[in-house]
């Protein structure tokens, strides 16, 4: 294994959930009119209470009580039916020759359904780290520091991989390097986005390459 950590995001980046996630909306909502684009526009990578918030506001109207169990309930059934990983992420993982794992700002039994679903589960093992253990969600860097420190790494020696901008600003944020997965409709405008997987490791080899150098000239001084 190299050293290089990388932290991967789940929803949008390993495993295709964000149209299904905001489906789920649409369905126990009826009043609720937008189309699953509008809201992946509006909600990616947002914490769950702060989308619930947005929508009684926007809609002025009062959630039940149960509704975040009814939601997480109908989000499960979901995958379990149609969750697919992105395209090129089990091919990508299976030659990645980095220690990889998971910080996702959804609850862990979600992150675990989500693997086993897509057959992901035995890249990552235990290597999962939620927000909702750690109490930070993105933007806040803490997840992603909590990530690293339970790794082994050093900041420096961790590179993020998220689709969303709040996780490239808590990647940001944390001092860690970040690349960003965008989809094939979205425009790569950035050196640090980028929307086949399939080419994930290249750029990951550059990096630590690049890394190396960089090591080796500050030991040189």
């Keep these: 294994m190299k050293h290089l ?24 909502l009826p009043f609720i ?32 009580i149960d509704f ?11 995958f379990e039916f149609y969750l697919q990983p992105i395209p090129g992420v089990p091919e990508m993982l299976k030659t990645l020759e980095y220690p990889v794992c998971i910080a996702s700002s959804a609850p862990i039994a979600k992150i675990r359904k ?30 992603f520091l909590y990530a690293a420190s339970k790794m082994g790494f050093s900041l420096e020696s961790c590179v993020v991989i998220e689709d969303s901008d709040v996780g490239i600003q808590a990647a940001h944020s944390a001092g860690i390097y970040a690349l960003k997965y965008c989809h094939e409709e979205e425009v790569e405008a950035e050196n640090n986005v980028f929307s086949d997987m399939k080419y994930l490791a290249k750029r ?11 090591s080796s000239i500050f030991n040189n001084i």
């Design 204 to 214: 990951l080899d550059k990096i630590y390459l690049m890394k190396c150098d960089r």
């Design 5 to 28: 950590c990388v932290i991967f995001d789940l929803d949008g980046t390993l495993v295709d959930s964000e149209r299904l996630c905001n489906q789920a909306f649409i369905d126990l």
């Design 33 to 64: 009119h937008e189309s699953v684009e509008s809201l992946i526009l509006r909600y990616r990578g947002r914490k769950l209470a702060l989308i619930l918030a947005d929508i009684e506001k926007r809609y002025g109207e009062k959630l039940p």
């Design 114 to 143: 989500a693997l086993s679903v897509t057959g992901l589960s035995h890249y990552f093992g235990n290597r999962l780290f939620s927000s909702y253990e750690v109490g930070s969600w993105k933007p806040h860097p803490g997840l």
């Design 68 to 78: 975040e169990a009814t939601y997480r309930h109908r989000v499960d059934e979901l």
